[in-house]
């Protein structure tokens, strides 16, 4: 499985912007996908996650209700809709894939990475 990350950027606080994974595998449903975030310094964090079929979704409590994570089977791809973004949501962003039906907040639990997308906030 190869996941590819996209559509960071440099916003201001209050803007959004939409992630999208693609997935290069023959049958993306039958991987749970999450995202995940590095800042500079800090550890690699959870922040939203989907299960395969797109029924269950998991938000960390810092973005919950401010980002929306969705996914399309047909199309192999995970999206990310971030709404009112902060400074604090400054980070290279992951996603990765777990071949079970639902996400999971460790790290450690999932199987393939993308390479990461630069998103920064400025205030």
């Known amino acids: 499985v190869q996941l590819q990350a996209s559509g960071g950027g440099l916003v201001q606080a209050g803007d959004s912007l939409r992630l999208s994974c693609a997935a290069s595998?023959?049958?993306?449903?039958?991987?749970?996908v999450g995202w995940f975030r590095q800042a500079p310094g800090k550890e690699r964090e959870f922040v939203a996650g989907?299960?395969?079929?797109?029924?269950?979704?998991d938000y960390a409590d810092s973005v919950k209700d401010r980002f929306t994570i969705s996914r399309d089977n047909a199309k192999n791809t995970v999206l990310l809709q971030m709404n009112r973004l902060k400074p604090e949501d400054t980070a290279v962003y992951y996603c990765?894939?777990?071949?079970?039906?639902?996400?999971?907040?460790?790290?450690?639990?999932?199987?393939?990475w993308g390479q990461g997308t630069q998103v920064t906030v400025s205030s």
């Open positions: 989907i299960g395969w079929t797109g029924s269950t979704a």
């Open positions: 990765a894939a777990r071949a079970w039906d639902s996400p999971r907040r460790r790290a450690d639990e999932y199987d393939y």
């Open positions: 595998v023959r049958t993306f449903s039958g991987y749970a």
